[in-house]
Structures are given as C-alpha cells and as structure tokens.
C-alpha cells in the first residue's frame, strides 16, 4: 500500500515535490480555490505557516477548478494567492479533487481519511511526523481552530 511519502506533486514554478522531503514533518494539505468565499483562510494557513515552519510544519495547497471557483491559469492563482493573502507556503499546478481525473495524492487522502468524496473546497488533511492522518478537516474549519493539533503533532 502506498505512503503519503509515495507521492509528488508539481509546483506552480514547475519545480517538483517530492513527498519524502517531508518525512518527519507535519504537513497540511488543502485543495484550495480563489474565488471561493472560503478563500480568506488562506491568509490563516500562511500564519500558521509562518508560526510553525521552524518546528517543522508544512502546508500545500493544491488548487482545484472542481467548484468552478479558481482562476483561469496557474500564474494567475499564484499572482492572487501571494498579493491577496501573503501566501508563501508551495502551491500546485491545478489538480482535480474527484472523478475520473483525480489527482492520486487524493483518492489516496480519500481512502485513509474516510468522508469519502471531497465536498468543497478547503477541505483540510492534516499528517503527522510519521506520515499517518491525523485528521481530516471540513471545509468551513478555520486553520486557527487546528492550531491545537498541530502543536500536538509537532510535539511527538
């Protein structure tokens, strides 16, 4: 069975990432989306970002066009994503969320999380040091409001 470390992912720049270099870190990852009214907790996932990348948290946002709320290109994703909320943590080239067309980092998510499909954008994974979920958070779940199980996950 796959590992979260099994995975890559391409970056917005064109650069790749490559899951294992978070092994022994605590990562989030989001599917996100500019235009959803959700958008704003961008800005709460770059503070934590800034809060805790030190101790070795890492977040990764993954835009998706699933609900028809991201922008047309991946520049200008990024353009809005940086100017409108400071973000600074890696983003990806747009992914699909579900369907045929899935990226596999999220059936993958789907399958060890349960919940099944993703619902809405925003949807939240948080992983541990040893690559285990933690948990899976709703859309509507503020960054600051997984604050606590992030600081516990940093601690072990």
């Not at 993954?62 to 047309?72: A, I």
């Not at 958070?137 to 072990?156: D, H, R, S």
Request: aromatic share 10%.
């Amino acid at each position: 069975m796959a590992t979260i470390y099994d995975f890559s992912e391409t970056e917005m720049n064109g650069f790749q990432i490559d899951f294992k270099d978070y092994q022994g870190k605590v990562l989030v990852v989001v599917n996100t989306a500019s235009k959803c009214g959700l958008a704003p907790q961008l800005k709460g996932l770059e503070e934590l970002y800034q809060k805790y990348h030190d101790q070795g948290l890492e977040v990764l946002g993954l835009p998706s066009n699933q609900f028809h709320q991201e922008l047309d290109s991946d520049e200008a994703t990024s353009d809005y994503c940086q100017m409108h909320y400071g973000v600074t943590f890696p983003m990806t080239k747009k992914i699909a969320v579900n369907g045929e067309d899935e990226d596999p980092l999220f059936t993958y998510l789907k399958d060890i999380g349960g919940h099944g499909r993703i619902k809405w954008n925003f949807t939240k994974f948080l992983i541990g040091r040893d690559g285990q979920l933690i948990e899976r958070f709703a859309p509507v779940t503020k960054p600051e409001k997984m604050e606590k199980q992030i600081v516990e996950a940093l601690g072990k």
